[in-house]
């Protein structure tokens, strides 16, 4: 069960989805004019175009609430309620026309994850949850898998060349143990997390606006989500974050990486 609020807001996070995805499903199919930021990050001029839409849909509804997004900054970020939005997750996979690309639309309250949608139009999929609560991908009820042993575990990781030298010697403790290792995934890993297909999420170099989204719904289906040092995720966090199925696994990864 949700309260009234919640629901309100989840069902207009998806709305900003559905607006996202018209977006960008247009500029898929559009030749790209690609940009590159000061972090050495690919950005398109879709990116701007998402942001700038979904900031004016908050905006106009819900004026009191704040927004933290990656191509426009914060605005009132010390507000109840804030908006985080990376409007084009997988800016590089959609250059390349590799279908890991999507919007993630995350909610705060009180600076913690609470609402989450990772919409990805290439492969028709999304995934809406609220922290603790509930998770679905499809309008479908999903949950993590139990796996408590790091030697049985499919591991993720958006991008190793994120990861600075010492963040690097961690990671490699992980990798070293784990079953398998998937890279490339972008935000969709953190989505496949959440419906039980992998096991552990190991990655540097984000921002909030990378995570805030999927956090919410991994806390929904049952999982855990929080920095490489076991602190909660708040929107002053790291670029370091943890996530897993199972709270034994999550354990042995923070030692790890520690």
Same mark, same amino acid.
């Given at each position: 069960?949700?309260?009234?609020?919640?629901?309100?807001?989840?069902?207009?996070?998806?709305?900003?989805?559905?607006?996202?995805?018209?977006?960008?499903?247009?500029?898929?199919?559009?030749?790209?004019?690609?940009?590159?930021?000061?972090?050495?990050? *690919?950005?398109?001029?879709?990116?701007?175009?998402?942001?700038?839409?979904?900031?004016?849909? !908050?905006?106009?509804?819900? =004026?009191?609430?704040? !927004?933290?997004?990656?191509?426009? @900054?914060?605005?009132?970020?010390?507000?109840?309620?804030?908006?985080?939005?990376?409007?084009?997750?997988?800016?590089?996979? *959609?250059?390349?026309?590799? =279908?890991?690309?999507?919007?993630?639309?995350?909610?705060?309250?009180?600076?913690?994850?609470?609402?989450?949608?990772?919409?990805?139009?290439?492969?028709?999929?999304?995934?809406?949850?609220?922290?603790?609560?509930? $998770?679905?991908?499809?309008?479908?009820?999903?949950?993590?898998?139990? &796996?408590?042993? %790091?030697?049985?575990?499919? %591991?993720? &990781?958006?991008? =190793?060349?994120?990861?600075?030298?010492?963040?690097?010697?961690?990671?490699?403790?992980?990798?070293?143990?784990?079953?398998?290792?998937?890279?490339?995934?972008?935000?969709? $890993? *953190?989505?496949?997390? #959440?419906?039980?297909?992998?096991?552990?999420?190991?990655?540097? @170099? %984000?921002?909030?606006?990378?995570?805030?989204?999927? #956090?919410?719904?991994?806390?929904?289906?049952? @999982?855990?989500?929080?920095?490489?040092?076991?602190?909660?995720?708040? %929107? #002053?966090?790291?670029?370091?974050?943890?996530?897993?199925?199972?709270?034994?696994?999550?354990?042995?990864?923070?030692?790890?990486?520690?």
């Amino acid at each position: 069960m949700t309260d009234a609020l919640t629901s309100e807001l989840t069902r207009f996070a998806e709305h900003l989805a559905d607006e996202a995805r018209l977006l960008l499903a247009r500029a898929a199919a559009e030749p790209t004019s690609v940009g590159v930021k000061a972090d050495n990050s *690919f950005v398109t001029a879709t990116d701007r175009a998402i942001e700038a839409r979904l900031r004016e849909l !908050i905006g106009a509804a819900h =004026p009191d609430h704040g !927004i933290v997004g990656e191509e426009y @900054g914060s605005s009132n970020a010390d507000a109840e309620v804030v908006w985080v939005l990376d409007p084009l997750d997988g800016t590089a996979p *959609f250059i390349a026309g590799i =279908p890991v690309y999507g919007t993630l639309i995350g909610v705060s309250r009180h600076g913690r994850p609470w609402i989450g949608v990772l919409d990805y139009p290439a492969t028709d999929d999304r995934w809406v949850g609220v922290s603790g609560t509930f $998770a679905e991908r499809n309008g479908a009820k999903v949950a993590v898998r139990r &796996c408590a042993d %790091l030697s049985s575990a499919l %591991l993720t &990781c958006s991008n =190793p060349d994120f990861f600075g030298p010492a963040d690097h010697a961690a990671l490699t403790r992980v990798r070293e143990r784990a079953r398998y290792t998937l890279y490339g995934g972008s935000s969709f $890993a *953190f989505g496949a997390l #959440a419906s039980g297909r992998t096991d552990l999420a190991v990655d540097s @170099g %984000l921002k909030v606006y990378d995570v805030f989204a999927p #956090a919410a719904v991994i806390s929904g289906a049952g @999982g855990v989500v929080t920095e490489w040092s076991g602190a909660e995720l708040t %929107l #002053a966090s790291g670029t370091r974050v943890v996530a897993a199925g199972d709270p034994e696994l999550h354990a042995t990864a923070l030692a790890l990486l520690a």
